[in-house]
């Protein structure tokens, strides 16, 4: 199971605000073993999930599950055509979050963030 995390802080922290975020950690994990080390995507501008205009590959195509800190519902409506399950999370640790997914425990919930809130206005008149 694919599952991109988008980051920040050089990968350090869980970021918000998903359809803005140019790096993503992508882990390709397997049942039954260790967690792989993660492939490292940095979109460009044209690649934002806000611009990207679906005429072409993108590098996080076939990702089954995201995960971040917020989201707008366009954004989440965007990732569910592409096939993702958009997680949202409170916990700012990529590597904890993750374990937690693949363990099937509850994730923290999510904090307060601003941004969303703003997304949320945006995609009343989003394309997605």
């Known amino acids: ?75 989440i409506r965007h990732m569910e055509k592409w096939g993702a399950q958009v997680l949202l999370t409170g916990e700012t640790e990529p590597l904890a979050a993750l374990q937690k997914i693949l363990a099937g425990e509850a994730l923290a919930d999510t904090r307060f963030d601003v941004s969303t809130t703003l997304c949320k206005l945006r995609d009343l008149f989003s394309r997605h």
């Open 1 to 75: 199971m694919k599952i991109a995390i988008a980051t920040k802080d050089n990968g350090r922290q869980v970021s918000g605000h998903a359809g803005q975020c140019r790096d993503w950690r992508v882990f390709d994990c397997q049942p039954g073993q260790p967690l792989p080390e993660p492939a490292l995507i940095a979109l460009t501008q044209e690649q934002l999930p806000h611009h990207f205009q679906d005429d072409g590959p993108h590098p996080l195509h076939g990702v089954e599950v995201m995960l971040a800190a917020s989201a707008g519902d366009g954004f």
